[in-house]
């Protein structure tokens, strides 16, 4: 699996987007980007993957730039129940290797 | 579909003792995996089932950690002669190997306390 690098901390401020970046400038062609977030002391939420296409779905959009080497997670509202810890994986083997992680906090 | 289930979700245990913790996937999964979590990092992979098969260890699943899952539905992970070290939260996830791109699903989780 490729590295990922993602910002250790972001905040936002409730309603306003949210827009976590990731850095996978080594990903293979066979690779997808996941987003997994996890709230304290829970077990981590599957929240969005892709290829190559942005995708979109009733959590969050995930945009792929072309060349594939970053992705953006956009949470278009943020609410306060999405203060969490954000991952994001460039996968190509079955399990997943989560980094640290961008700790993300909606501020009201 | 009522996702993935861990039990105990609580154990404190003394050094030197065995403990087991039981998952139960998501009906028809036929994949299982466990991972490790300690304060502040992300989970780390230890082991994954396909059906009853174990597939891929960790080399972070020493000797004392062993894994099972015999007849391809819920798995047990037991760690023997547990150390302060195997403190930690111990995940486990499910998905199945044929529908979608294998997104993983988690259970809440069990934190182990050795004292």
């Known amino acids: 699996d490729a590295k990922t690098t993602q910002p250790p901390s972001m905040d936002c401020a409730e309603g306003r987007a949210a827009n976590l970046p990731c850095n996978h400038s080594?990903?293979?062609?066979?690779?997808?980007v996941y987003w997994y977030r996890q709230i304290h002391s829970q077990g981590p939420q599957y929240i969005i993957h892709?290829?190559?296409n942005n995708e979109t779905n009733e959590m969050a959009s995930l945009i792929i730039t072309e060349d594939r080497k970053s992705s953006t997670l956009i949470l278009p509202h943020a609410t306060l129940r999405d203060t969490a810890v954000y991952y994001c994986?460039?996968?190509?083997?079955?399990?997943?290797?989560f980094g640290a992680g961008t700790r993300l906090t909606v501020k009201p | 579909d009522t996702g993935v289930s861990q039990d105990p979700r609580h154990k404190i245990t003394k050094r030197g003792q065995n403990v087991t913790f039981r998952c139960d996937p998501i009906s028809e999964h036929n994949r299982l995996y466990w991972y490790r979590q300690t304060l502040g990092q992300g989970p780390e992979f230890l082991t994954y089932f396909q059906n009853e098969a174990q597939l891929e260890k960790s080399r972070l699943l020493s000797d004392r950690f062993s894994a099972e899952r015999p007849k391809g539905s819920f798995s047990t992970l037991e760690i023997q002669r547990t150390e302060q070290g195997d403190s930690a939260m111990y995940l486990c996830?499910?998905?199945?190997?044929?529908?979608?791109?294998?997104?993983?699903?988690f259970g809440p989780g069990t934190r182990l306390t050795v004292l």
């Open positions: 892709g290829l190559k």
């Open positions: 994986i460039a996968r190509g083997t079955p399990d997943m290797r």
């Open positions: 996830a499910s998905s199945h190997r044929d529908r979608g791109q294998g997104e993983q699903f």
């Open positions: 080594t990903i293979s062609g066979n690779e997808y």
